[in-house]
């Protein structure tokens, strides 16, 4: 059973940059479409992106679109999550999931594996 980890969570000013990273701390990724979903304070999970198992499509939530990238290091068996111009209303928990079906889904049902999440907090 692949057990997934992320890190690179942490405390930014609006405006801001962080990467987040996901990798396996047993198993590989390399056989999962990966995403990226988070939970703000009070608020149900939400989608922020997703990728394929060969990196060649991403999908991406209307609100994190042009500030997001998602990207992934097959040779590492690491998926990031680059984030730039941050608000206060990105701050979340974010947590990584890979899916087996590689279905490029916002979904979250579609996801067979998850990690515990790593916090990331924007300050105005």
């Known amino acids: 059973q692949v057990q997934l980890v992320e890190s690179g969570g942490g405390l930014v000013e609006a405006g801001g940059s962080l990467r987040l990273s996901c990798t396996a701390s047993?198993?590989?990724?390399?056989?999962?479409?990966m995403g990226w979903f988070r939970q703000a304070p009070g608020k149900e999970r939400e989608f922020v992106a997703t990728?394929?198992?060969?990196?060649?499509?991403?999908y991406y939530a209307p609100s994190v679109k042009g500030r997001f990238t998602i990207s992934r290091d097959t040779i590492k068996n690491i998926v990031y999550l680059q984030m730039n111009s941050l608000t206060p209303e990105d701050t979340a928990i974010y947590y990584c999931a890979g899916d087996k079906g590689n279905w490029l889904s916002s979904n979250s049902n579609d996801y067979d594996i998850w990690g515990q999440g790593t916090r990331v907090t924007v300050s105005s």
């Open positions: 047993e198993g590989t990724i390399n056989r999962h479409g």
């Open positions: 990728i394929t198992i060969s990196g060649g499509s991403q």
